[in-house]
């Protein structure tokens, strides 16, 4: 800063809210020291930032010392302060306290918001208190404040947890007779409810019912529920044309829908197109997970099919998928040799493959012949 130049207000709380979102909270308030030294006032926004900050961090109790240090300095807190300290406390789950707040905003003359009823109902629901949330829906509608379709998901959400389907279902003609649109949150968490509650006619109705009447696209995330929900009922058929529909409709598969057909076809013993998918994912650029490969394993070794089992072995370690201690083997024959089999014993340890895979897949990486087989196979 050139001599004689003095800092603004914009460049300081600039500087304070890059230091609070680091969590360099100290930094922070000696910085906000610093400026009123500099005959620089900060403004309860400058506090905000802080306070903002310290709740990220779960600091939440900090935060609320902070707002009554500024209050004693003649700072006012406004909507945003007490947004996000509610906020903090219900993240914390820490009702009682933010309900606190609540009260102490109406004594300060601030009429809480939508934002504010919001983050109430979000706690009360993340708390499964269904009763609550629909008495607080109440209590906001009777204060003159207008919901929106974010309030429309917290209910939607609670409905189901509460497994009161029907009525969940009803809030999407609620949301529209009140000038809005459901989105693609709002059925996301219908069909989440209908599958976690057994309904995935229910669940797949509403999947159709989303794109025809409403006409919004599906996402990865709702893709995702229903593939999850099929395989879990042992369809990997149906599981596999929602997998091709979201990829013709320009949605493409990430590595938890990837997860879940290869789950899917293992569970009904169609090793074939589980270990096809397994390919597939690693082709497309995603990292299975070890539970993942060792399913995978399990099945070939089941079916003895070990030269795609030792493929596989041989796979995770050349994309280094593949314990710490390989990687200190710098001899490149002995890692060859030696890498399979670490993979091996600490696939076993970890429980993601059987004992009786571990032994088949121990011989098998040993086999030169097999190895060889391996190769051309490629």
């Given at each position: 800063?050139?001599?004689?130049?003095?800092?603004s207000?914009?460049?300081?709380?600039?500087?304070?809210?890059?230091?609070s979102?680091?969590?360099?909270?100290?930094?922070?308030?000696?910085?906000?020291?610093?400026?009123?030294?500099?005959?620089?006032?900060?403004?309860?926004?400058?506090?905000?930032?802080?306070?903002?900050?310290?709740c990220?961090?779960?600091?939440?109790?900090?935060?609320?010392?902070?707002?009554?240090?500024?209050i004693?300095?003649?700072?006012?807190?406004?909507?945003?302060?007490?947004?996000?300290?509610?906020?903090?406390?219900?993240?914390?789950?820490?009702i009682?306290?933010?309900?606190?707040?609540?009260?102490?905003?109406?004594?300060?003359?601030?009429?809480?918001?939508?934002?504010?009823?919001?983050?109430?109902?979000?706690?009360l629901?993340?708390?499964?208190?269904?009763?609550?949330?629909?008495?607080?829906?109440?209590?906001?509608?009777?204060?003159?404040?207008?919901?929106?379709?974010?309030?429309?998901?917290?209910?939607?959400?609670?409905?189901?947890?509460?497994?009161?389907?029907?009525?969940?279902?009803?809030?999407?003609?609620?949301?529209?007779?009140?000038?809005?649109?459901?989105?693609?949150?709002?059925?996301?968490?219908?069909?989440?409810?209908?599958?976690e509650?057994?309904?995935?006619?229910?669940?797949?109705?509403?999947?159709?019912?989303?794109?025809?009447?409403?006409?919004?696209?599906?996402?990865?995330?709702?893709?995702?529920?229903?593939?999850?929900?099929?395989?879990?009922?042992?369809?990997?058929?149906?599981?596999?044309?929602?997998?091709?529909?979201?990829?013709?409709?320009?949605?493409?598969?990430?590595?938890?829908?990837?997860?879940?057909?290869?789950?899917?076809?293992?569970?009904?013993?169609?090793?074939?197109?589980?270990?096809?998918?397994?390919?597939?994912?690693?082709?497309?650029?995603?990292?299975?997970?070890?539970?993942?490969?060792?399913?995978?394993?399990?099945?070939?070794?089941?079916?003895?099919?070990?030269?795609e089992?030792?493929?596989?072995?041989?796979?995770?370690?050349?994309?280094?998928?593949?314990?710490?201690?390989?990687?200190?083997?710098?001899?490149?024959?002995?890692?060859?040799?030696?890498?399979?089999k670490?993979?091996?014993?600490?696939?076993?340890?970890?429980?993601?493959?059987?004992?009786?895979?571990?032994?088949?897949?121990?011989?098998?990486?040993?086999?030169?012949?097999?190895?060889?087989?391996?190769?051309?196979?490629?």
């Open positions: 800063m050139g001599k004689g130049i003095k800092p207000l914009i460049l300081y709380n600039t500087l304070i809210q890059g230091l979102r680091q969590g360099l909270i100290l930094e922070a308030l000696q910085l906000i020291n610093e400026m009123q030294q500099n005959g620089c006032s900060p403004t309860i926004w400058t506090y905000n930032l802080v306070i903002n900050g310290l990220k961090r779960g600091c939440v109790a900090d935060a609320s010392n902070l707002i009554n240090d500024a004693t300095k003649g700072f006012l807190p406004d909507i945003f302060t007490f947004n996000t300290l509610i906020d903090g406390y219900y993240k914390r789950l820490k009682d306290n933010a309900l606190d707040i609540v009260n102490t905003m109406r004594e300060h003359g601030i009429t809480p918001d939508v934002i504010t009823y919001n983050t109430i109902l979000n706690g629901c993340k708390t499964s208190k269904s009763d609550d949330v629909m008495e607080t829906f109440k209590v906001m509608l009777e204060k003159g404040c207008v919901p929106n379709v974010i309030t429309y998901n917290i209910l939607i959400e609670s409905l189901c947890k509460a497994r009161k389907l029907v009525a969940a279902v009803e809030l999407l003609e609620e949301i529209q007779k009140n000038g809005m649109s459901p989105d693609v949150v709002s059925f996301g968490t219908l069909i989440n409810g209908f599958c509650n057994g309904d995935l006619e229910g669940a797949f109705k509403l999947f159709r019912r989303m794109e025809k009447q409403y006409k919004l696209s599906h996402i990865i995330a709702t893709y995702n529920i229903m593939i999850s929900a099929f395989c879990e009922r042992l369809d990997a058929g149906m599981a596999e044309k929602l997998f091709h529909e979201m990829s013709n409709n320009g949605c493409p598969p990430d590595n938890y829908t990837y997860r879940c057909m290869i789950d899917g076809f293992c569970k009904v013993g169609n090793v074939d197109s589980g270990y096809g998918f397994l390919l597939d994912s690693i082709k497309n650029g995603f990292t299975p997970s070890l539970t993942t490969f060792g399913r995978v394993l399990n099945c070939l070794c089941m079916k003895h099919r070990l030269r089992a030792v493929y596989i072995i041989h796979l995770m370690v050349q994309k280094g998928i593949v314990p710490e201690v390989v990687n200190s083997i710098v001899d490149s024959d002995k890692r060859g040799v030696a890498a399979p670490i993979v091996v014993e600490d696939l076993l340890k970890k429980s993601h493959i059987t004992y009786y895979a571990y032994e088949l897949l121990y011989e098998a990486i040993r086999d030169k012949k097999l190895l060889n087989k391996k190769k051309n196979s490629k």
